[in-house]
């Protein structure tokens, strides 16, 4: 299990800058703290991006993110897929810099989950198979006005996907 | 005979149907579409409750039947009843489904409000369709304000 | 009271009557709305086409099931797990060609030609055309581009109704901006 489905890698200066979460007063119980999440399809479009409580913004827009987050992901995923000894079943899950924890989730259609997390989440898979089974295919799927494989403007996407995060145990009280 | 088991195929299937028929028509012949997704409805809703009423003895007046459909029918169809029934007793009858099936996943609240229209013609069809092979002729008409509740009316045609 | 009873069958099997019945008015439509048979069986792979693509995902959300690793486990998985999921049939799965690269799905009882007779002078319609299109669009969501066709149709007169399915190529990710 360990070798073959966790990757860490050595955190970088450039990574850390992504997502910067130093402080942990907003953990309970040990688990994650989800800070940001996004949706991507297979040619790299990021579909959907949001964030809870991300500390830190990097001076690039939003645009220039996507494809450095969408370059790295596909790297990492060839990377591990060519170093492994083994036919990888599920691929890479997660990888951790000093700083924060990312956690990456991807459909056989191609769709890919990324979500950053503080440094004490555990494998939060099941998290992002429920975003994707009961939201992504619940209400952008089996939605008519939402065309797949676009920037997904539905507002009742958006309030079921931040309910379920809001609801997750591990959220804590006090963000508004 | 084979069963097929699932719903989701149905309003996959409901969803294309729509877009076809808006595919095939140009913008100002938006009333035509709904006509035409009516009458689709209609026929499907006709023959559908064949099905249902092969070994059933007739309904005892019209406020049965509606009751029919808002029970037997909404279930089998949409997987739930309707929530509320009302009537002015002069052939006029509402049907309340405040989370209605077609509905549900395109909105909760007012976006995408004016899309609404189009994926209502074949469920008013469907009605339509099933109360006159019942013997009741009828005019049936939707009306949303806030997605995904939605209001049928039935208006009883007495001739 | 047990009138109440006696008509309310099933919900579920009602349900897959509606299907076929939609499914039904559906053609009807189009046999009215085009004189071609060939039109009208490109308008319904269309529509499977549509509805394939965002039925895997429904499927894949259910199944939970991971990538497939060859073109056998594939076939298995449309005859064992999605007919019988969507179409509560399970065909089965024969006539590979030697190369391992097509195969045929024999269907018993086509649940979309229930009640249904096809009109005189309509020999080119493929009525299930829309299972052919489903299929190439599901698949190609999982990246297999794959060329489906209806073989033998029962409703035509054949003993059994057969798909065949033949892969055709892989589709890869995009490779980012600025690398190979």
């Known amino acids: 299990m360990e070798s073959e489905d966790e990757e860490e890698l050595v955190s970088s200066d450039d990574n850390e800058k992504l997502c910067d979460r130093s402080d942990t007063a907003y953990v309970t119980n040990h688990l994650a703290l989800p800070a940001s999440c996004r949706i991507l399809v297979r040619n790299g479009t990021c579909l959907y991006y949001t964030e809870w409580n991300r500390k830190t913004h990097l001076s690039m827009s939003k645009d220039e993110e996507f494809k450095l987050m969408y370059g790295m992901i596909f790297s990492i995923k060839s990377f591990v897929s060519r170093i492994s000894p083994y036919d990888l079943k599920d691929g890479f899950l997660n990888f951790k810099t000093s700083k924060y924890k990312l956690h990456f989730y991807e459909t056989p259609s191609g769709l ?13 898979r099941d998290v992002l198979h429920q975003i994707y089974s009961n939201i992504y295919v619940e209400y952008i799927v089996k939605n008519p006005m939402c065309e797949l494989g676009v920037p997904i403007k539905s507002e009742l996407f958006k309030t079921k ?14 963000l508004s | 005979m084979a069963q097929l088991s699932d719903a989701v195929l149905f309003e996959y299937l409901h969803i294309e149907i729509v877009g076809y028929i808006h595919r095939c028509a140009d913008e100002n012949e938006k009333d035509h579409c709904i006509a035409k997704l009516e009458s689709l409805g209609f026929r499907v809703g006709q023959s559908l409750v064949e099905r249902f009423t092969r070994e059933s003895t007739r309904f005892k007046d019209e406020l049965d039947t509606m009751k029919f459909i808002c029970k037997d029918f909404w279930n089998s169809v949409y997987r739930k009843q309707i929530d509320n029934l009302r009537t002015n007793h002069q052939g006029v009858y509402v049907l309340q489904d405040n989370k209605f099936r077609f509905l549900t996943q395109i909105s909760n609240g007012k976006q995408y409000m004016d899309v609404a229209p189009k994926f209502l013609a074949f469920p008013c069809g469907m009605i339509r369709g099933a109360l006159a092979n019942l013997g009741v002729n009828s005019v049936v008409t939707a009306e949303v304000s806030a997605m995904p509740a939605c209001k049928f009316q039935i208006q009883i045609q007495r001739t | 009271m047990s009138r109440q009873s006696s008509r309310a069958p099933d919900p579920r099997k009602v349900n897959g009557e509606l299907f076929t019945l939609t499914y039904g008015a559906l053609v009807a439509q189009l ?6 048979d060939d039109e009208v069986n490109r308008q319904l792979e269309k529509m499977g086409y549509n509805i394939g693509v965002r039925l895997i995902e429904d499927f894949l959300a259910r199944s939970n099931v991971s990538r497939c690793n060859d073109f056998r486990e594939t ?22 060609s030697a190369a391992g690269d097509e195969f045929s799905l024999l269907i018993e009882n086509n649940p979309l030609t229930d009640f249904v007779e096809l009109p005189d002078g309509h020999t080119d319609l493929n009525y299930s055309n829309l299972l052919c299109g ?21 409703l035509k007169g054949d003993n059994i109704t057969e798909l065949r399915l033949k892969f055709i190529r892989r589709l890869e990710d995009a490779v980012p901006a600025g690398e190979d």
Do not use: C, H
Request: overall charge negative.
């Open chain 3, 31 to 36: 046999l009215k709305d085009y004189e071609d």
């Open chain 3, 75 to 96: 076939a298995d998985q449309i005859a064992k797990v999605a007919f019988k999921m969507y179409l509560g049939v399970t065909p089965v799965v024969s006539n590979w």
């Open chain 1, 112 to 124: 890919k989950l990324v979500m950053n997390t503080d440094l004490t989440a555990g494998n939060i």
């Open chain 3, 134 to 154: 489903a299929l190439k669009g599901a698949m190609e969501m999982v990246q297999m581009e794959v060329d489906v066709k209806f073989v033998q149709d029962q």
């Open chain 1, 161 to 174: 996907l931040d309910d379920y995060i809001r609801g997750l145990s591990v959220f804590p009280m006090k």
